[in-house]
């Protein structure tokens, strides 16, 4: 089945204490995104990568980074999380960056950060 | 700027009542619009999307939505409300910067009462 994972999907943890939410696709998709998700402001994209170690930023990267060694895994750290980083999040892929797409989103994560 | 709105942050429905959900958009150029579905506790699901071909876009589960230029809308609708279409629904534009970014609106919760 086509899908996008993530894990985990609940996490609580304490500011400052490092964490990465993981995202996996098995569609050999080579664009994927991530999105966070806040009351009465949709989503908004933290960062994207458009292929392999290409990676860039999006409209809310601040205290996040990414990494994407392979096709399949585009992973989201939090060095140093802080309560504003209170928040759910979604990974999403695509054939290609290009417009137009559809972007598969997996099921998300749920962060709270106190 | 690129950017969406959808009106209306909760709307509440009869079962077997119009569903009308709204949005509009603001982009320089002819967009490329999606909306999509959230079930609770689940991902986004794409439901419909415009790519400048039929302005009356057909999508999943009954719903479908028209492009009016002239309104700059995208509104989406389906004739008779079921109990299983309360949900979140997003309202999203490709952003022309070739980021691949989708602009969602704030989204809309649509509930369906018996």
């Known amino acids: 089945e086509a899908q996008v994972t993530q894990n985990p999907r609940y996490l609580i943890t304490v500011t400052g204490k490092k964490l990465t939410v993981t995202c996996s696709q098995n569609?050999?998709?080579?664009?994927m995104s991530w999105y966070r998700q806040d009351p009465g402001l949709g989503l908004r994209q933290i960062y994207y990568s458009m292929n392999v170690e290409v990676t860039d930023k999006g409209d809310v990267p601040e205290g996040y980074k990414v990494s994407r060694k392979e096709k399949r895994n585009f992973p989201l750290i939090l060095e140093s999380p802080s309560p504003n980083q209170t928040s759910l999040y979604f990974c999403?892929?695509?054939?290609?960056?290009?417009?137009?797409?559809?972007?598969?989103f997996g099921p998300g994560t749920r962060l709270t950060v106190t | 700027a690129q950017s969406v709105t959808q009106l209306g942050s909760h709307v509440s429905v009869s079962e077997g009542a119009l569903v009308l959900l709204r949005c509009n958009y603001s982009s320089s150029v002819p967009p490329y619009l999606f909306w999509y579905v959230q079930y609770p506790n689940q991902g986004l699901q794409l439901l419909l999307k415009?790519?400048?071909?039929?302005?009356l876009v057909k999508g999943i589960n009954g719903f479908e939505a028209e492009f009016k230029k002239s309104e700059t809308s995208f509104h989406l609708t389906k004739p008779s409300a079921h109990m299983s279409d309360a949900a979140e629904y997003f309202c999203a534009v490709s952003d022309r910067s070739n980021t691949g970014k989708l602009i969602f609106g704030q989204g809309t919760t649509l509930q369906v009462k018996p």
């Open positions: 569609m050999n998709h080579e664009y």
């Open positions: 415009y790519t400048s071909a039929a302005t």
């Open positions: 999403a892929s695509s054939v290609s960056s290009g417009q137009g797409y559809e972007q598969y």
